[in-house]
């Protein structure tokens, strides 16, 4: 149940696909998991500072719970709060679904996989012959 989504560029109009929906994701997982690196690996580093700075006042999770609410919005927008699936293009279409029946409108048309066009039936064309009609002492 896909909503055709058009997204107008200033020279094309791009039908969102399931290839391009896909790569998306998949963008979105990995910048998420680069995040989560970055976060553990600052976090070991501020772990160990701490231990060599200041053994007695535990400082570096100040830090850390700023960047970990970060962290965890970044994953809710990524995989969506656990049990309820992502809140992404699939939820928004099915609102949108819902407001347009609301309306007493039907649902946008879904993208065709492939154009279909009608055979024509036409005569063959006369070609000309290969023959010429002229001598050669004809042309200039």
Same mark, same amino acid.
């Given at each position: ?87 992404? /293009? $699939?939820?928004? *279409? @099915? ?6 029946? &609301?309306?007493?409108?039907? !649902?946008? /048309? $879904?993208?065709? *996989? @492939? ?6 039936? &036409?005569?063959?064309?006369? !070609? ?13």
């Amino acid at each position: 149940m896909v909503i055709n989504q058009k997204t107008s560029t200033p020279n094309q109009t791009i039908v969102n696909d399931p290839v391009r929906i896909a790569r998306r994701r998949a963008k979105a997982k990995r910048a998420y998991y680069i995040h989560l690196t970055s976060y553990l690996t600052v976090g070991g580093f501020l772990f160990i500072l701490n231990i060599l700075t200041d053994p007695y006042y535990w400082w570096f999770f100040w830090p850390l719970l700023g960047w970990g609410i970060g962290l965890v919005s970044h994953y809710l927008a990524v995989f969506g709060v656990p049990g309820m699936g992502p809140l992404n /293009e $699939e939820w928004e *279409d @099915r609102q949108t679904e819902k407001e347009l029946q &609301k309306m007493g409108l039907h !649902r946008l /048309e $879904e993208p065709r *996989d @492939r154009l279909e066009l009608p055979q024509i039936d &036409k005569e063959p064309v006369a !070609r000309p012959s290969s023959k010429s009609n002229w001598g050669d002492d004809d042309l200039v």
